[in-house]
C-alpha cells in the first residue's frame, strides 16, 4: 500500500520558517519524481515544486527563490524548506509522487497557515 505522509505545517508568523516533510511508503522512492503543490482556500491547486530522480529541481515563479526542494532517497522523504513566509503561502501543501504513467500519487496535506 502507497502511502505519502506530510508533516511540519502549522501556524507561523510573516517573516518567519518552515519545514515540511513527506514520508513515502510503498514505492520504489529513487524512482519517482517528487513535488509540493498547494491549494489555497477557494482556489485551484498549484505546483510549488518539483525534484527529479536525478536531484533536479523547479520551483513557481512567484515564490521569488524563498522555498528549496531537497529528497533523501535513503530516508525516502522529501523536503520543502520555506523561508520568508507570507500570509498569501497560506494553504494545505500536499506531496505528489510521480513515475511515468504507471505512479501517481498523493499524500493527504498539511495545512500551513501565515499570520500577518
Known amino acids: 500500500q502507497v502511502q505519502l505522509v506530510e508533516s511540519g505545517g502549522g501556524l507561523v508568523q510573516s517573516g518567519g520558517s518552515l519545514r515540511l516533510s513527506c514520508a513515502a511508503s510503498?514505492?520504489?522512492?529513487?524512482?519517482?519524481?517528487m513535488a509540493w503543490y498547494r491549494q489555497a482556500p477557494g482556489k485551484q491547486r498549484e505546483l510549488v515544486a518539483t525534484?527529479?530522480?536525478?536531484?533536479?529541481?523547479n520551483y513557481a515563479d512567484s515564490l521569488e527563490g524563498r522555498f528549496t526542494i531537497s529528497r533523501d532517497n535513503a530516508r525516502g522523504t522529501v523536503y520543502l524548506q520555506m523561508n520568508s513566509l507570507k500570509p498569501e503561502d497560506t494553504a494545505v501543501y500536499y506531496c505528489?509522487?510521480?513515475?511515468?504513467?504507471?505512479?501517481?500519487?498523493w499524500g493527504l496535506g498539511t495545512q500551513v497557515t501565515v499570520s500577518s
Open positions: 505528489n509522487a510521480q513515475f511515468r504513467i504507471q505512479g501517481d500519487y
Open positions: 525534484i527529479t530522480t536525478d536531484h533536479t529541481t
Open positions: 510503498g514505492i520504489i522512492f529513487r524512482i519517482y519524481n
